[in-house]
């Protein structure tokens, strides 16, 4: 079934969207916040909260794109409960170790002037992910947006976790210098 018609039926406020979102990208989904969660039941109820929230924001929103919409909302709400579940037995994981690599080239803080830049901000990104090389890029985004170890990353790609690790190192860098360039970030 293609998106529109999915989409469709969220606006028709049909039990069948549910269905047919779970069997076109409930795989997709479920890989998404098992690799944050790291846990096959928490993925799964995740993604069983992503219907829901789908089903919630469709009457406002009718998304073009939507496998990147679920995985989206899908990606958010498992860095939610990985980030609450990490809060609770003050453990590692890759969430908080990820966002701590990417803190010294992404500018934080959350006042309204940096509302207003959060969208050059996340243009910005975009065309930064775009423009990279397809190793960097996939690299990055394993890294970054799937919360990926770099050890899994380079078994995968089979590099040495020495060579990704100076591969992400090298392109936080490049993010960094790009954001200083356009002001986005001191």
């Known amino acids: ?5 999915i ?5 028709q406020r049909s039990e069948r ?5 779970d069997r076109k990208y409930g795989a997709y989904c479920r890989t998404v916040a098992y690799n944050i ?18 089903w919630n924001a469709m009457p406002d929103k009718r998304p073009s ?9 899908t990606r958010n709400g498992a860095i939610s409960r990985a980030l609450e579940r990490s809060r609770l037995k003050r453990g590692g994981g890759q969430i908080p170790l990820a966002l701590d690599e990417l803190s010294e080239c992404v500018p934080g ?13 996340e243009r910005a990104l975009r065309r930064f992910v775009g423009n990279l090389p397809e190793t960097e890029r996939r690299v990055f985004l394993a890294r970054y947006w799937y ?4 050890q899994e990353i380079a078994e995968k790609l089979g590099f040495s976790q020495s060579k990704t690790a100076s591969m992400l190192h090298r392109t936080r860098k490049k993010l960094q210098r790009m954001l200083q360039e356009e002001g986005l970030c001191e």
């Open 37 to 54: 969660l790291e846990s096959g039941e928490d993925a799964e109820e995740c993604v069983n909260d992503t219907w829901l929230s789908a």
């Open 1 to 5: 079934m293609k998106d529109t018609e």
């Open 17 to 21: 969207a549910v269905e047919e979102s």
């Open 147 to 150: 919360l990926t170890p770099v």
């Open 109 to 121: 803080g959350c006042d309204p002037e940096m509302a207003l830049e959060r969208r050059d901000l």
């Open 65 to 73: 794109r939507l496998g990147a919409f679920l995985a989206k909302i």
């Open 7 to 11: 989409v469709e039926l969220y606006w």
